[in-house]
């Protein structure tokens, strides 16, 4: 009888043991499972900036290309249409449709683009560029027999740029000439200041030095 209940008061023990073990592990384990709130650091935010990137050379250079490179007069106008505003595309065929563009049509030919000077302001978004192209002055249409091949030209102009669109686009082509450096400041390119001309038909696609060689051509 005594072992009996010997047995039953071990047993009784035994639950309650059982039951303060179980709690206790539920405890440390819950305890373990909490992450305080100091412990807890926020992932810096990373602030990407983006870089403010303007007027690249290499766009400046890729209207150049387009600009000076085709077979003919108006034979580029697709081309180069996309670098610039309506308003300067407007302004570029109608000197092409000059009379006196016109009249040199078929007779100075072949546009080759070979190199170019690009200096940029960009606070004014203005390039100030020395292009250097090629091209073949025929006596007559389509005879290449008597003709000057690879004839060397030279221009400076000054491009003003506008953005539309977030592209830059050419709105002004001003001719302009170089002169030598004296007293300028560091912000002036290395091959001189520049001067605006007067001369309305130098704006045309090299026209103003391609014509005097057509002309002795002719005579």
């Known amino acids: 009888m005594l072992d009996q209940e010997a047995v039953k008061r071990l047993q009784k023990v035994g639950l309650v043991l059982g039951f303060i073990l179980i709690f206790f592990i539920g405890f440390v384990l819950g305890g373990h499972g909490k992450v305080s709130p100091k412990a807890v650091k926020e992932t810096p935010k990373q602030v990407i900036k983006e870089e403010v990137q303007g007027l690249t050379q290499k766009e400046v250079e890729d209207f150049l290309i ?28 109608d000197l092409e449709n000059d009379p006196i563009n016109q009249a040199y049509k078929g007779y100075i030919v072949d546009f080759k683009y070979k190199s170019s000077s690009i200096y940029i302001d960009q606070e004014s978004m203005v390039a100030l560029v020395k292009v250097q ?10 005879n290449y027999e008597r003709s000057q091949r690879d004839v060397v030209n030279e221009v400076a102009l000054q491009l003003q740029y506008v953005k539309q669109g ?32 007067t001369t309305e038909t130098e704006e045309s696609n090299g026209q103003e030095t391609d014509t005097s060689g057509t002309e002795e051509e002719n005579r």
């Open 133 to 142: 192209y090629t091209n073949t002055l025929l006596a007559e249409k389509g």
């Open 166 to 197: 977030g592209k830059y686009l050419v709105n002004q082509k001003t001719p302009i000439t170089l002169s030598a450096l004296h007293d300028q400041g560091p912000d002036y390119p290395d091959y001189g200041h520049l001067t605006q001309t």
């Open 66 to 93: 387009a600009y000076y490179t085709k077979k003919d007069l108006e034979a580029n106008r697709q081309i180069y249409r996309p670098f610039m505003t309506a308003s300067l595309y407007q302004q570029e065929m």
